[in-house]
């Protein structure tokens, strides 16, 4: 277990190439290459490249940021990064996205109907 300290450093880690991640994919219009190539690198923060997250099991994804120390903040984000990557490329990520939302929901112990409704 981490200490209050590095938890807190790994918190503003994540945060940051989460909103990375975020900025890179929210856009209205397709991704360039360099945009692409911007993604892989930020997923490498998380030991991530677009081609493991396809082939990663979802159950194995969400050992994975676990093991990150992703809170319950974090595993939401990133749910909604996959599903706004699955819109923009031609990947189906909306299955890990829901596979994360329902972890949230039933180890959170907490009820989200936002995380419900997603």
Request: hydrophobic content about 40%; proline content about 2%.
């Amino acid at each position: 277990m981490l200490n209050k300290g590095l938890r807190d450093e790994e918190k503003i880690r994540i945060d940051n190439v989460l909103k990375t991640l975020r900025t890179l994919i929210f856009v209205p219009y397709p991704l360039s290459h360099l945009q692409k190539s911007d993604i892989e690198s930020q997923l490498k923060e998380f030991g991530l490249n677009v081609e493991t997250l396809v082939n990663y099991s979802n159950q194995d994804l969400i050992t994975l940021l676990m093991r990150l120390h992703f809170d319950w903040e974090h595993l939401e984000q990133f749910g909604d990064i996959l599903i706004e990557f699955s819109k923009e490329e031609n990947y189906n990520f909306e299955d890990k996205a829901l596979a994360i939302y329902q972890y949230i929901q039933q180890e959170s112990k907490v009820f989200s109907f936002g995380i419900n409704s997603k």
